[in-house]
């Protein structure tokens, strides 16, 4: 296999088959280490979506609904692809907005004002898929810099552009939530159902509502960019700090790769933490959650408050444990085509299979149990023991999946 990393899961154990094309990859990620920082990726918004769709519809408090500001998500689109099962699908976007943003935030995180930078672009795009019965979650990072053939669209002038290739947050940038939406859904041949769009602010929010995040780094953290010093071991971080963390990419030499890999585990601390009982069954604390997080997060005019309090308490039974986070299969970190330039192409042949099991609602690790062999048919296999021994379960994860409720501060 060349296009990437495919993962064999044996009693427990994730083994990951290595490639050359996997580590040209990486190199690339480390050669581009000291190219301009962006905000955050995959992270940002996660925790205020996790919420979102969960936590706020599993309470339904009309007050809290009520205060979310609006889009027409789905305005001007026709011939979107079908809908074959009941599963739910959000398109959920993280900007670089600073607005909410305390002076002495601003000041902390040195992203400055919005002054210095007005408006908003997307700087995370997330897939984030509930199975039908809601009993399991896959939320699927968009890299911003994929190449993309921006479909034809109207711009704020009433001017109709023709289609062009660009990389896929151009379409943010060009048409708002409407093109990106149209953009990702002739991309993927995914219906999206529901928009969710957060800014930092409400990262900031949701951290110190939760009266902060433990982290585990396994070494020194001082980076130039994110402006961010820890010591190596635990550390309890505040909403700010914690942005800056899952900011941080030019401390270790790995770029990137290494920051979506923190940036995932960063996830999975949020999720254990909004999901467990004492914030879930603490209407107070809850509450506080909440609204601290909502006044930055802006939804399609669809999800209404029924659909949130049906939503929610289909959820009740979701664990972190059923919930996998992975990135769309790349097959080039450094992509130039068509007058676009350093943009990451999906691997043509893993991202179809993807999404074509999003469509079908279909588990994304493969369980395969081979044949018995005659020997144990005929009940001459043993283990050793003299007991009779049972072929084993191997599990194919082809595209890197990993649990939410993996704790990286376990042995610290």
């Known amino acids: 296999m060349d296009r990437g990393e495919l993962s064999v899961i044996k009693d427990s154990q994730v083994w990951r088959v290595d490639s050359p094309l996997m580590r040209s990859q990486q190199r690339s990620f480390e050669q581009e280490a000291a190219s301009p920082p962006r905000m955050v990726r995959y992270l940002t918004i996660f925790s205020v979506a996790i919420v979102a769709i969960s936590a706020i519809s599993w309470l339904g408090f009309g007050v809290i609904t009520n205060s979310i500001k609006r889009v027409d998500a789905f305005a001007g689109l026709s011939d979107r692809p079908e809908k074959p099962t009941s599963a739910v699908n959000y398109l959920i976007v993280g900007s670089d907005s600073r607005e909410g943003l305390t002076r002495e935030e601003q000041r902390r995180l040195r992203t400055g004002s919005t002054k210095v930078a007005a408006g908003k672009r997307s700087d995370t795009i997330l897939l984030v898929h509930i199975s039908k019965n809601r009993d399991r979650a896959s939320i699927i990072s968009i890299p911003r810099d994929s190449y993309a053939l921006i479909p034809s669209w109207t711009d704020s002038s009433g001017n109709v552009r023709n289609e062009t290739y660009s990389k896929i947050n151009s379409a943010f940038a060009w048409g708002d939530a409407p093109l990106l939406i149209k953009t990702f859904e002739s991309m993927s041949n995914v219906r999206i159902d529901h928009y969710i769009e957060v800014d930092f602010t409400g990262f900031v929010r949701i951290v110190d509502a939760l009266g902060g995040v433990e982290i585990c780094t396994p070494r020194a953290i001082s980076d130039s960019k994110s402006h961010l ?175 939410a409720s993996s704790n990286p501060c376990k042995g610290f």
């Open 229 to 403: 010093n820890l010591e190596a071991g635990r550390h309890q971080l505040d909403g700010i700090d914690s942005l800056k963390y899952v900011r941080a990419r030019s401390f270790d030499g790995t770029a990137d790769l290494g920051r979506m890999k923190r940036q995932q585990q960063f996830v999975s601390t949020i999720l254990r933490e909004v999901t467990s009982a004492g914030v879930l069954l603490n209407p107070l604390k809850m509450t506080k959650l909440l609204n601290s997080a909502f006044d930055s997060v802006i939804t399609d005019e669809g999800l209404d408050r029924n659909d949130l309090l049906t939503l929610g308490k289909q959820l009740r039974n979701l664990s972190a444990k059923n919930v996998t986070t992975l990135t769309i299969p790349l097959k080039y970190y450094n992509y130039n085509k068509n007058g676009v330039s350093a943009a990451v192409l999906w691997d043509p042949e893993l991202s179809a299979d993807l999404f074509q099991r999003i469509r079908e609602d279909r588990p994304l690790v493969d369980e395969v149990t081979p044949s018995p062999s005659p020997s144990s048919e005929s009940g001459d296999a043993t283990d050793g023991t003299g007991k009779s021994s049972e072929p084993e379960t191997l599990y194919i994860d082809k595209f890197g999946t990993e649990k």
